[in-house]
C-alpha cells in the first residue's frame, strides 16, 4: 500500500536527516544532510567507531601539534561519515562547516577548501559534497566566492526571507529554512500549543522563500529543514526538498498516501515581493536587527552547532592523546 512518505517523494526530494546509516539503508533518500550533532551522536555508536578511530590515526600522522591534531581529526571524521552515506544515496551529501567560523569569511573559505580536498583525496566527485555555512552575512560572502569555485554550498541555520534573498544574490545552491525552529520560538512567544499546518509560523517562511525564489526565477534549491511534526512536511508537499528525521520519516512510511496533495507549484508560485530584495550588508544587519525570531535563532544555532562541536572535539582530543 502506498504511503504518505511515497507520495511526498512524487512531488519533493526527500532528504535523511542523519548520521546513522543503517536508517539511510531503510528509507533510502536521494540525499542526506549531517550537522555536528548528528555526527556527535553517530559518533557514540559502537559500529562507527572505527571512523573515528581512522580519523585519529590521520590527525597523528599529519599533524604535529595537539591542537592542530584536533583540527585535522574534525575534519576528517566528518568527511568519513560523509563517505559511508555516499556509499548508501544516490546523491548528495552534506558537510557542515565549523560553527566558530560563522563569522570570519576566509576562515570559511579556507576550511571548505579542506574539506573539499579531504573528499577528492578519497575519490569523491565534488559533485556530491554540499559544503553547510551558517546563513550570516559572513558565511553567505563565503558561499559566494566558493560558488564562483565550483564548490557548491547548503547555506544552513537560515530563518528570513531576508537570508534566503541575501542566498539568492550569491547564487548558492541550496538554502535550509527551518522551519520547526521558527515554530518553536512563536509558540513560546505566543503561548500556544500548536498552529494549524497552514498557519504554522516555520510553514508559512519556508512558503514565502519559496515562492520568492520562484516567482523571480532563483535557481538556488529550497529544502525546509528541522520539522517537529509530519503535519509540516505534509503541507510543504512541493518544496524542492525537504531534509527529515528517521522518526518522522517513520510516521510519513505509517502514514496513508491520500493524507499528502501537492500544495507549492513552482510554475505557479504565489507573489511575495513585487522587486527582487537585493541587499547591502548594512540592509542585511538591519532587516536581522528587526527580526527578533531570526536574530536570536541564527545566534541560538550557531552556539548549539558549536557546544556540540566542542564536544566531538573532547572525545578526539581523549584518543589522540591516549
Known amino acids: ?49 572505527a571512523l573515528v ?11 604535529k601539534e595537539l591542537n592542530e591534531q584536533i583540527e585535522l581529526a574534525t575534519d ?49 566527485d565534488k559533485e556530491r559534497v554540499l559544503i553547510k555555512i551558517a546563513s550570516t552575512w559572513e558565511g553567505i560572502e563565503a558561499a559566494r566566492q566558493l560558488e564562483l569555485e565550483g564548490i557548491h554550498c547548503n547555506l544552513t541555520l537560515l530563518f528570513s526571507l531576508a537570508q534566503a534573498a541575501a542566498c539568492a544574490e550569491a547564487k548558492v545552491t541550496l538554502i535550509s529554512p527551518f522551519a520547526g525552529r521558527i515554530t518553536d520560538f512563536y509558540k513560546q512567544k505566543d ?14 517562511s ?66 511575495t515581493r513585487d522587486e527582487k530584495w537585493v541587499l547591502t550588508r548594512s540592509d542585511f544587519e538591519w532587516a536581522m536587527c528587526e527580526d527578533e525570531m531570526a536574530h536570536f535563532k541564527t545566534a541560538e544555532g550557531i552556539r548549539k552547532f558549536a557546544e556540540d562541536l566542542n564536544k566531538l572535539r573532547d572525545i578526539l582530543k581523549k584518543k589522540i592523546q591516549a
Not at 14 to 30: C, M, N, R, S, W
Not at 53 to 63: E, I, M, P, R, T
Not at 196 to 204: F, H, I, L, N, R
Not at 215 to 229: C, D, E, L, P, W
Open 206 to 271: 519556508v512558503k514565502t522563500i519559496y515562492n520568492y525564489y520562484k516567482q523571480h526565477g532563483y535557481k538556488t534549491v529550497v529544502m525546509g529543514a528541522s520539522f517537529r511534526t509530519k503535519e509540516q512536511i505534509i503541507e510543504l508537499a512541493g518544496c524542492d526538498y525537504l531534509t527529515i528525521a528517521p522518526k518522522l520519516l517513520e510516521e510519513l512510511a505509517k502514514t496513508p498516501a491520500d493524507a499528502v496533495k501537492q500544495v507549492l507549484d513552482g510554475k505557479n508560485p504565489v507573489k
Open 191 to 204: 503561548g500556544v500549543k500548536d498552529y494549524a499546518p497552514e498557519k504554522d509560523p516555520g510553514v508559512v
Open 76 to 124: 576528517k571524521v566528518f568527511v568519513n561519515f560523509g563517505i559511508e552515506i555516499l556509499k548508501i544515496v544516490p546523491g548528495r551529501v552534506s558537510t557542515e562547516i565549523d560553527a566558530r567560523l560563522s563569522f570570519d569569511t576566509q576562515a570559511t573559505v579556507n576550511k571548505a577548501k579542506n574539506i573539499m580536498k579531504l573528499y577528492k583525496d578519497a575519490g569523491i
Open 1 to 49: 500500500m502506498a504511503t504518505a512518505l511515497d507520495k511526498m517523494k512524487e512531488f519533493t526530494f526527500i532528504v535523511a536527516d542523519t548520521g546513522d546509516f543503517h536508517q539511510l539503508e531503510k528509507y533510502k533518500p536521494q540525499d542526506s544532510t549531517t550537522n555536528p550533532s548528528l555526527v556527535l551522536a553517530a559518533a557514540g555508536i559502537e559500529g562507527y567507531s
Open 53 to 63: 578511530d581512522d580519523a585519529v590515526k590521520y590527525a597523528k600522522q599529519n599533524g
